[in-house]
T-cell receptor, first 112, second 111 residues
Framework: RKEVEQDPGPFNVPEGATVAFNCTYS??????FFWYRQDCRKEPKLLMS???SGNEDGRFTAQLNRASQYISLLIRDSKLSDSATYLC?????????????FGAGTRLFVKA | EAQVTQNPRYLITVTGKKLTVTCSQN?????MSWYRQDPGLGLRQIYY???????DKGDVPEGYKVSRKEKRNFPLILESPSPNQTSLYFC??????????FGDGTRLSIL
């Protein structure tokens, strides 16, 4: 089982659609959670941190469920510019040290 | 401007020829890390550093070395590169153990 698993995608949605990304993680002791976006052949960019209380940044809402070890990202009113790969990231102290684990990513295509 | 700078951006070299990829950040971040990205495998952590003179292995450290003699620099060293180290490499820095800013990436091809 992978340590961080995401929907395989790709997701193809029309402009204006609402799209949800899901992510599960295996290490219950994980401490911090994030969503990044990565455009083709570019570096990952931090989109937002994820908290149990939920957090919102404009059209983006992230949620963490520690009991289910589940992280979500919701994009409302999607734009063409939202087309990218979305990466779920988990980090925290483990037996081997402080680990940062990336999910494989979910590709999003927003169409006009 | 907050920046993480990697060099070189592209490199084609041969097996066994030692190489160094440099990484420098201008944000006074304590945390720096290196990742490789391969198709179907996503980003995997190679090494990380929580502060000056403190480095530790990530998930895929074999064949790599790092050093952290000063806060701003975190070079990645391949003493004897092999073809399975052909990949896209990213350096990142952050304040609290989180990779906040990434460099533009270094595409390495080992023939």
């Amino acid at each position: 089982r992978k340590e961080v698993e995401q929907d395989p995608g790709p997701f193809n949605v029309p402009e204006g659609a609402t799209v949800a990304f899901n992510c599960t993680y295996s290490n219950s002791a994980s401490q911090s959670f994030f969503w990044y976006r990565q455009d083709c052949r570019k570096e990952p960019k931090l989109l937002m941190s994820v908290y149990s209380s939920g957090n919102e940044d404009g059209r983006f809402t992230a949620q963490l469920n520690r009991a289910s070890q589940y992280i979500s990202l919701l994009i409302r009113d999607s734009k063409l510019s939202d087309s990218a790969t979305y990466l779920c990231v988990v980090n925290g102290w483990e037996t081997g040290g402080f680990k940062t684990i990336f999910g494989a990513g979910t590709r999003l295509f927003v169409k006009a | 401007e907050a920046q993480v700078t990697q060099n070189p951006r592209y490199l084609i070299t041969v097996t066994g020829k030692k190489l160094t990829v440099t990484c420098s950040q201008n944000m006074n971040h304590e945390y720096m890390s290196w990742y490789r990205q391969d198709p179907g495998l996503g980003l995997r952590q190679i090494y990380y550093s929580m502060n000056v003179e403190v480095t530790d292995k990530g998930d895929v450290p074999e064949g790599y070395k790092v050093s952290r003699k000063e806060k701003r620099n975190f070079p990645l060293i391949l003493e004897s590169p092999s073809p399975n180290q052909t990949s896209l490499y990213f350096c990142a820095s952050g304040q609290t153990g989180q990779p906040q800013h990434f460099g533009d990436g270094t595409r390495l091809s080992i023939l």
